[in-house]
């Protein structure tokens, strides 16, 4: 067995803040390349809720290097999120690359704040940054991660924020705010007269980026606007449009951030010239295992990652033939056949299925149908771009109908598994379907596997007398003994919407799926997803001035039929 010594050590940034790192290493005079994570939560935890301890990188032959950020754990400074991390992951990569008993080379890893401290210190190029592994980050601070087309991410940006406002009131000794905080991080304070700002946030973490955030729902403000000009603290999206640098992209399927992991591979695949690979299993935020909401994934679900960027970082800084270029750049692990996929690229085949009811949609779960039609897009772009496809020929079948939904905002819809609560993940939601407050569309029962990969699209026709509303939509298996289990949903905030019918687009989190043959495949449809998001008051109030008491009642017509193509657009691979 190899031994590992661990030592602390310090450096100085530009600007002399003191930033702490433990440094793991083999006992050995031979010369190492350096993994490097940069990190806001103490540095002895490490990341191990996902990764294995540094102990084991540092024993796979690599000096491995753990550092609290500016003003957490025991560095010095001021924690402003992400606005140091710019400047001090230059200086930090410097520092470590002149490590005695080092070759000079540098990887980074890590995952959430982690992964973003990687993309900020890439920003600079530094020659001696070989290769990164972001996993599970934000290319556009706002699109992907404040906000989800245009509603605020409650649930997962106050229980963050809590977190980091409990760390600063323990690194402070202020153990009455840290254990009020510690208490509201696992029973969020939802319960004020305006839920999306809670006192308590307001009386022990007045300073925290969740009040600009909350404060700042349209993307051309001043304060997004701000964040894009100032290096210090702009998104991904502004920084690396002329990095160059050979990144593994990891994400989970019901991770929050999912679509900045997405978002950043595409772009990165675009504009760079070194190889993008990239990860997703069927994972929410953590953990990364066989077992997430109410579902077994099967033992090829268990997290591989660490052996996965050991080839990685052994190819690019030990030089080693590991035969990671010659395999396919996309690996997905397609849910339901519960097995990893290998893709060269994302499919662009697109397989609809269109809405059609008598009506009763919210009341009986054989009202609501979903009919199905397939169209190879490569196939069906006239030269204008249009989807050239006869929708009256296709949905003569059914004729035009209305489904009704009433959203009380006394019993919101709520939250059940997904992307954007805890617990996250999959779980078995018949019940939850059987509210009237929940429109629910079914397809027979498939005659064929359905492998569904990559991007999802509910656009529905729709008429509300409101100043705003909120669609929630919901894709799940149905087994044939009547169990609903969800594995895909969007959620979309409609601001001003029109008088007259409305064509509403939600995007729903990308995936990788098999719906089995005899499975069926639902759309559940609601005006809510509470505390994933703050309800819609109906009043066009935005969250942070929406008082419980002034909320409405909102009435939603969804339209279907030849006139209202209300349809769900499915990627589906070709295997």
Not at 19 to 30: F, K, M, Q, V
Not at 185 to 212: C, V
Not at 432 to 439: E, H, N, Q, Y
């Amino acid at each position: 067995m190899v031994k590992i010594i661990k030592q602390t050590a310090s450096m100085q940034t530009r600007d002399g803040v003191r930033l702490d790192a433990d440094i793991y290493r083999p006992d050995t005079d031979e010369e190492l390349p350096i993994l490097l994570m940069r990190q806001p939560y103490g540095r002895e935890i490490a990341s191990t809720v996902v990764y294995a301890h540094p102990r084991w990188y540092a024993a796979q032959g690599y000096i491995v290097v753990i550092q609290d950020v500016r003003g957490r754990g025991t560095s010095g400074g001021e924690f402003d999120l992400f606005t140091h991390e710019v400047a001090d992951g230059l200086d930090t990569i410097n520092w470590v690359s002149q490590l005695p008993n080092s070759t000079g080379k540098v990887g980074m890893y890590g995952f959430s704040y982690q992964g973003m401290t990687q993309l900020y210190t890439a920003v600079h190029q530094p020659e001696c940054l070989k290769a990164i592994a972001p996993a599970m980050v934000a290319y556009d601070l706002y699109a992907d991660w404040a906000y989800e087309n245009g509603a605020f991410c409650l649930y997962a940006n106050l229980a963050w924020a809590i977190q980091l406002a409990g760390e600063t009131a323990r690194l402070k000794g202020d153990e009455a705010a840290y254990l009020e905080l510690r208490a509201a991080s696992g029973n969020l304070p939802l319960n004020g007269s305006i839920p999306a700002n809670p006192e308590l946030m307001e009386r022990l973490a007045p300073d925290s980026f969740y009040h600009q955030w909350l404060n700042n729902p349209d993307p051309t403000a001043e304060y997004w606007q701000r964040r894009c000009l100032r290096l210090a603290s702009q998104s991904p999206k502004y920084l690396l449009a002329n990095v160059n640098i050979p990144m593994l992209h990891v994400g989970g399927w019901f991770d929050p951030y999912l679509r900045g992991t997405l978002n950043l591979y595409r772009a990165m695949t675009a504009k760079s010239k070194q190889p993008q690979h990239l990860l997703v299993g069927p994972w929410a935020h953590l953990p990364w295992g066989r077992k997430l909401g109410a579902v077994d994934y099967g033992i090829e679900a268990q997290n591989p990652l660490d052996e996965i960027q050991i080839r990685w970082f052994d190819h690019w800084l030990k030089g080693k033939d590991t035969g990671l270029l010659e395999e396919s750049p996309i690996s997905l692990f397609e849910m339901g056949s519960n097995q990893w996929r290998e893709f060269d690229y994302f499919a662009d085949n697109l397989k609809i299925y269109y809405l059609a009811s008598d009506g009763l949609a919210s009341m009986r779960e054989d009202s609501g149908m979903l009919w199905e039609y397939e169209e190879a897009i490569a196939e069906s772009i006239s030269p204008s771009g249009l989807l050239e496809t006869n929708l009256t020929e296709q949905v003569t079948e059914f004729a035009n109908n209305t489904d009704v939904l009433v959203h009380d905002p006394w019993r919101p819809v709520p939250a059940l598994g997904g992307h954007a609560s805890y617990p996250g993940g999959s779980f078995e939601r018949s019940g939850l379907d059987c509210r009237s407050d929940i429109l629910t569309y079914t397809s027979a029962p498939l005659d064929a596997d359905l492998h569904i990969a990559g991007a999802i699209t509910v656009e529905v026709y729709c008429t509300v007398e409101y100043a705003s509303f909120d669609l929630c939509a919901v894709l799940s298996t149905v087994d044939a003994d009547g169990r609903v289990f969800n594995f895909t949903q969007g959620y979309l905030r409609v601001a001003s919407p029109a008088q007259d019918t409305n064509i509403v687009s939600i995007p729903l989190q990308a995936t990788c799926m098999c719906i089995n043959q005899t499975q069926s495949l639902r759309l559940s449809l609601s005006a809510a997803c509470f505390p994933a998001y703050p309800v819609n008051p109906g009043t066009g109030k935005l969250p942070h001035e929406s008082r419980l008491i002034d909320m409405q009642i909102i009435t939603l017509s969804i339209h279907s039929g030849v006139d209202y193509p209300s349809q769900i657009k499915l990627s589906v691979a070709n295997l």
